[in-house]
């Protein structure tokens, strides 16, 4: 029944909405994304990779976000959360990735932006262990 893993769902479909649509987005203004980030890790070691940096981060969104669908899905379906625990730790996985980045540019405004969606991420984790 839908109710009895209400919590996990919102959750999944919150980390599903985070990354499907900041991947989108990466999609969309790939070349805007490419120069504030050029700019932003200008006085990093990460300054010349920004656009692996990006396709990588950009593929692993993606994926989180499908799969925590597709969890939805198989949880609501046939009880199972292998898909939803597969998308979570990726979400988590691309979230520490993120913050990295951030702490890297100095930018402590947006490792703390960074740790508002690690909560519920991990808090996800756990509920599904």
Known sequence: MILDHITVLFLLLFLAITFIQSGVD???????????????????FMAGMVPLNLSIILIMEILAGVLCVLGVYKIVK??????????????????LLLLFGQRVAKDYDGARTIVIYFVPAIFTLFLLQ
């Open 26 to 44: 990466k999609i969309l203004d790939w070349k805007g994304n490419i120069s504030w980030l050029k700019s932003h890790f200008s006085k990093t």
């Open 78 to 95: 046939n009880n199972d959360n292998t898909f939803a625990l597969y998308g979570v730790i990726l979400s988590c996985i691309t979230l």
